[in-house]
């Protein structure tokens, strides 16, 4: 059955955009995308699954967000009534031996404007792949596609959009997405967020202790066509010692982010309302629905306010203070 599925995958792909492959790298460390693929192998597909959803800054990794896309996501089936969003923002990870790598990730809304799920993945050259993944019922599968201009274009002239399909892991179910992309204007770090999580998912119960917090700082990245997103990174934590790293965006007042364990493979989700410096949700593993709730308030950094420069107390000045 994993071969089956596996060729279902390639044959798809193959027939939506010929020359997507594997990732290599040029000697100088940038990614290459050669031009032939016969299959997607399980292990691409789970190096893709664990790249962050907005990568993280470490010793030895700089992070760099360089623009965001916004568009719309569809299904093939003609009885849809009407595409879903998908938002996100895209940039550059590079590491101290110079091998480096384009990324992007976004949120997708399905029609009605619930958030549904994630995508993920790299790009490079005017091509970009990974995976998505719906939150709840843990469909996932490849996503591809292109992007215009390519980097080598000039003109700012020139409308910046990009086209894609997906499919689901055994081929089913298959959709579209198409939008807008826009280059950075500015990243503006804007403060911190700290919060608790329990496991109930109850939310008429009384307050109960947690049985864990989460913490970690939050941004927003303007982009040239003037449109925004808001994206947080952090860590999480339980009350019997166990940790991992956590981290999403915000669109339209609503986040959705995924959680790991220290070994870094993604183990869940994270989703719920940001507004008005608080916000609440919910929290689960893919595929089990949701397991428990969380809450919280974020923050802006201080502004420190600016000192008038005042005359010292006579007692204070220099010659006051010269010994005798």
């Given amino acids: 059955m994993k071969k089956l599925n596996i060729l279902i995958i390639s044959t798809l792909i193959i027939c939506i955009f010929p020359g997507l492959v594997t990732p290599a790298y040029a000697s100088d460390g940038e990614e290459v995308l050669p031009q032939d693929i016969d299959e997607i192998s399980p292990e691409e597909l789970r190096e893709l699954d664990e790249l962050e959803l907005v990568p993280v800054p470490v010793p030895g990794k700089e992070v760099s967000i360089t623009g965001g896309f916004q568009g719309v996501w569809g299904t093939d089936i003609s009885t849809e009534a009407r595409p879903g969003k998908v938002a996100g923002l895209y940039g550059k990870v590079a590491y101290e031996n110079d ?63 990009f086209v894609g399909r997906w499919a689901t892991i055994d081929g089913q179910l298959t959709g579209f997405l198409r939008g807008t992309w826009a280059p950075l204007a500015q990243v503006k770090p804007e403060g911190r967020f700290n919060g608790q999580w329990i496991y109930d998912n109850d939310t008429a119960a009384a307050t109960v202790a947690p049985d864990g917090r989460l913490s970690g700082s939050y941004g927003v990245a303007v982009f040239k066509d003037g449109t925004t997103i808001h994206y947080f990174r952090g860590r999480w934590s339980s009350q019997e ?54 809450w919280g308030e974020y923050r802006p950094f201080p502004t420190l306010e600016p000192v008038e420069e005042n005359p010292l107390p006579k007692e204070l000045t220099a010659s006051a203070l010269v010994m005798k």
């Fill in 99 to 161: 091998r480096s790598y384009g990324f992007f990730g976004g949120l997708w809304k399905n029609s009605n404007g619930r958030m549904a799920g994630y995508l993920k993945g790299r790009y490079q050259d005017g091509r970009f792949y990974g995976i998505w993944r719906c939150l709840e019922t843990d469909m996932w599968g490849p996503v591809v596609g292109r992007y215009y201009p390519v980097p080598t274009t000039n003109s700012n002239e020139v409308c910046h959009h």
């Fill in 241 to 294: 010692g166990a940790r991992g790293r956590l981290g999403g965006l915000v669109v339209d007042r609503t986040f959705c982010g995924i959680w790991n364990s220290d070994n870094n493979m993604p183990q869940g989700y994270l989703k719920g309302i940001w507004g008005h410096n608080r916000f609440k949700g919910v929290w689960g593993h893919f595929g089990q629905g949701t397991e428990g709730r969380l």
